[in-house]
């Protein structure tokens, strides 16, 4: 069984400093994750995904993310914080289809980042 | 450049009544899924579809119908509206069958039960 835990549900940083979004995921087998990032009444919005290729990856708008097979996290992280990326954050695992095809996803229960001036 | 479209945007229902959620897709993509999003809950599959004709059920499918008629339009149904059912529904697809193909996501419907 697959499943995902985001050890915060809120971080705020100051605008410039580093973001640091943790996740912990659980999986039976080699899983696939994915952050997504939600903006206020808008939909998911993909930032970066791993796929038991290079365990550092890199996503749009500046993140990266760290796939740690040891520890099982897959932490979010950028360099320098911007106003315009406060929003929620959704880690996901997915290490199986759904039964006739497509993705079976877990998601976490999110983090919402704030970035204060 | 529409991606995944769903209507209404926002909606109040009263205890008993029915409604349809609408989503298309512009992108040919053969799945498509239903998500339901209640806060610090994270999202839970309602229902998938793999093709034209062909529906299965998620992780909370009761309460809810679906239909897949065409490549493009996957509507959710209510049938008799319950306050649990008071959410925000996303609807999504993706191209591929391999369980990493990523999910395009649709602008969310705020149902609220009263």
């Known amino acids: 069984a697959q499943s995902v835990t985001q050890l915060d549900s809120h971080v705020s940083v100051s605008e410039g400093t580093p973001v640091l979004l943790r996740c912990n995921y659980s999986?039976?087998?080699?899983?696939?994750l994915f952050w997504y990032v939600q903006h206020p009444n808008k939909g998911l919005q993909l930032l970066l995904k791993y796929t038991s290729a290079a365990t550092l990856v890199k996503g749009i708008n500046g993140f990266e993310a760290e796939f740690k097979k040891s520890e099982t996290s897959f932490h979010l992280t950028k360099p320098s914080a911007h106003m315009s990326d406060a929003a929620e954050y959704f880690c996901?695992?997915?290490?199986?289809?759904?039964?006739?095809?497509?993705?079976?996803?877990?998601f976490g229960t999110g983090t919402q980042l704030k970035v204060e001036l | 450049n529409a991606g995944v479209t769903q209507t209404p945007k926002f909606r109040i229902l009263k205890i008993g009544q029915s409604m349809t959620l609408q989503c298309t897709q512009d992108?040919?993509?053969?799945?498509m899924y239903w998500y339901r999003q209640d806060p610090g809950m994270g999202l839970k599959l309602i229902y998938y579809?793999?093709?034209?004709?062909?529906?299965d059920k998620g992780e909370v499918p009761n309460g809810y119908n679906v239909s897949r008629s065409t490549t493009e339009d996957f509507p959710l149904r209510l049938e008799l509206a319950a306050p649990s059912q008071t959410s925000v529904y996303f609807c999504a697809s993706s191209l591929g069958r391999i369980y990493n193909s990523p999910l395009h996501f649709g602008n969310g419907t705020r149902l609220t039960v009263t």
């Open positions: 996901v695992v997915s290490d199986q289809g759904l039964t006739g095809g497509g993705n079976k996803l877990t």
């Open positions: 579809s793999v093709g034209a004709g062909i529906t």
């Open positions: 992108m040919n993509h053969n799945y």
């Open positions: 999986s039976s087998y080699s899983p696939s």
